[in-house]
Nanobody, 120 residues
Framework: QVELVESGGGLVQPGGSLRLSCAASGSFWGLRDIAWYRQTPGSQRELVARIRYNGDTNYGEFVKGRFTISRDNEKNTAYLEMNDLKFEDTATYLC??????????????WGQGTQVTVSS
């Protein structure tokens, strides 16, 4: 069993910052790609950032330059540092991982999400 727990969401003012965490727990062989998505009610889920097992990253154009994704493999945790937050960043942020549990290919696992609200 593999579980993801997101944390760090909250209410911030425009221009503020938050740091989201995605912690993986359970029994698995290796944690591969980790990604953050975001979704608002009735809208399409969109990729915010992804970090591969080798450290390579990619970002959605709407957050590039403001957000930074990182990982701590010793803690099986990924982070999303969010700076200069804007109203349109308000969403539920969901963590998604590809993880090797037993055999190949990797299993895809979603977290439950953490709410980010940007409001004045």
């Amino acid at each position: 069993q593999v579980e993801l727990v997101e944390s760090g969401g909250g209410l911030v003012q425009p221009g503020g910052s938050l740091r989201l965490s995605c912690a993986a727990s359970g029994s698995f062989w290796g944690l591969r790609d980790i990604a953050w998505y975001r979704q608002t009610p009735g809208s399409q889920r969109e990729l915010v950032a992804r970090i591969r097992y080798n450290g390579d990253t990619n970002y959605g154009e709407f957050v590039k330059g403001r957000f930074t994704i990182s990982r701590d493999n010793e803690k099986n945790t990924a982070y999303l540092e969010m700076n200069d937050l804007k109203f349109e960043d308000t969403a539920t942020y969901l963590c998604n991982i590809d993880v090797i549990i037993s055999g190949w290919p990797a299993r895809n696992v979603w977290g439950q999400g953490t709410q980010v609200t940007v409001s004045s």
